[in-house]
């Protein structure tokens, strides 16, 4: 998210068609863990901190942690209280899981979540421990459960499809880690960061992002670190375009990082790098409305990609502070860009060709989108049309 003024009011969408998206089956790429926490809890945190002396309520307004129309002034207050409450460990655990919990609610069957590792030395909070806390909060969120059980079946009673899908309408979500590089960061941190990232690979950390404020560092201070990270066969993605920078972002191409989030600020050479390396990209189409990066969704830079049948994903980024959903993002593009309930459904599951999941899960997760396909065909997936 950038550092830009904020649109009013966030774009209306047919309920109708809200409800037709939540039925689809989606793939989250681009989710910042500090963003996607609930108002409610924030509000409850806050509260207590604020009577236990930790913090001053004061300083945040009430109305601001529960109001849906935030200005990027309120974004910014809000982000601030939540890095607060987020060096914690037990917050960071219960926030996880509510997060994880609120992606299922929406049918995400595949979440990759992103966070910055931080230090508290106040509550003997390291790097390590705020991971592990992570980790913990997706472990009670029981999301390492195999797929499989939404494909067993009698020998003498084989289902179709759609049947499967039909009798399993909520399949239960997988959630991965990626762990963030903060532009703010110097080198040695990135370093513990990637470090980090290798030695819990087993634990369900899957890759490394480059984010933080654009307008802030350079993103070469980090290439040892995100070259430590490859060499050791690491996914990288980065925040890439989100604001001018013609010199980072042809950089940034240059590396080939296997995604990138938002790319908004492409010039026609470095579009053409995007094009030719087929680099997919997370595209947060509120995100970019309500900081300006794009003035109408329609002119999103998303119906040109599309229409190039280059790699894109549909993300949320903050959904928490924006106050939305990736079903809400969906009926965004079928809204504006004239998608039909098969080509959301194909876009949906194309996005599991770029995730940085283990192939066996990557097999397992396609097997499901091709019941939920079949359905479609046969109209028994609840999803049969867009108005």
Known sequence: MTMMMMMNRRE?????????????????????????VRPSTLLELAEECSRRGLLS????????????????????QLFGLIH??????????RITKEVIEDFAAENVVYLE?????????????TKRSYVEAVLAGIKAASTELSLDSYFDHKEDNIECPSQRYQRKANPQIHVRLLLSIDRRE??????????LAWEMRDLGVVGVDLSGNPCIGDWETFLPALKWARQHGLPITLHCGEVPNPREVEAMLAFQPERVGHACFLESPDLSTLLANRIPVEICLTSNLLTNSVQRVRDHHFGALYNANHPVVLCTDDPGVFSI???YEYALVSTHFGLSSLELLHLSRNAIEFTFAEDRLKQMLQSFFDGAKYAAECQCFQFSGVP
């Open 325 to 327: 959903s990736l079903s």
């Open 57 to 76: 309520l004061s300083d945040f307004q009430a109305a601001v942690i529960v109001k849906e129309d935030r200005s990027m002034e309120e974004c910014f």
């Open 186 to 195: 110097t080198l040695e941190a990135a370093m513990e960061t990637v470090h």
């Open 113 to 125: 979540l992103r966070t910055t590792p931080k230090r508290n030395e106040a509550v003997g909070m």
């Open 12 to 36: 209306e969408v047919d309920s109708r068609l809200l409800r037709l998206c939540r039925a689809l089956p989606k793939v989250e790429l681009h989710a910042h863990l500090n963003g996607c």
């Open 84 to 93: 607060l409450l987020t060096t914690d460990h037990c917050i960071l655990t």
